[in-house]
C-alpha cells in the first residue's frame, strides 16, 4: 500500500513550512487533566500567543496577534470574573455589558 498523507479539507497536502519563528516566553499550567502551554512568539509578520490545549495526546491551538492581546486579556478578565458566581437560570438570557 501507499503512503498516507495529511489532507486539508480541500484535498490540498498539509505540510508545515520551514520555521522562521523565535519562542519569547514560555508557559505551561496543568488544570485538572489537561496542560495548556502559553508561547509567545516572534516571527517576520509580528509577534503572537500560541495558546496549545494538551489532553492525553489531543492537541487543539489558537493564535492570537500581539496587537489583540490587550483586549483579549480584558474579555479574559470579564469571564473569569464571573466564573465564580452561582450558573445561570435555564432558559435566562446571559448578561450583556452595556
Do not use: C, W, Y
Not at 492570537?64 to 435566562?92: H, N, Q
Request: no cysteine.
Amino acid at each position: 500500500m501507499g503512503r498516507h498523507r495529511n489532507f486539508g479539507s480541500r484535498g490540498e497536502e498539509q505540510r508545515r513550512p520551514p520555521s522562521n519563528e523565535t519562542v519569547l516566553r514560555s508557559e505551561k499550567i496543568q488544570i485538572e487533566r489537561k496542560t495548556f502551554q502559553f508561547t509567545l512568539k516572534e516571527n517576520p509578520r509580528g509577534r503572537f500567543l500560541r495558546i496549545t490545549e494538551d489532553v492525553g495526546g489531543r492537541r487543539d491551538s489558537i493564535i492570537v496577534p500581539a496587537t489583540g492581546l490587550d483586549e483579549f486579556r480584558k474579555v479574559f478578565d470579564l469571564v473569569a470574573a464571573d466564573s465564580g458566581g452561582p450558573p445561570p437560570l435555564p432558559g435566562a438570557d446571559p448578561p450583556v455589558d452595556a
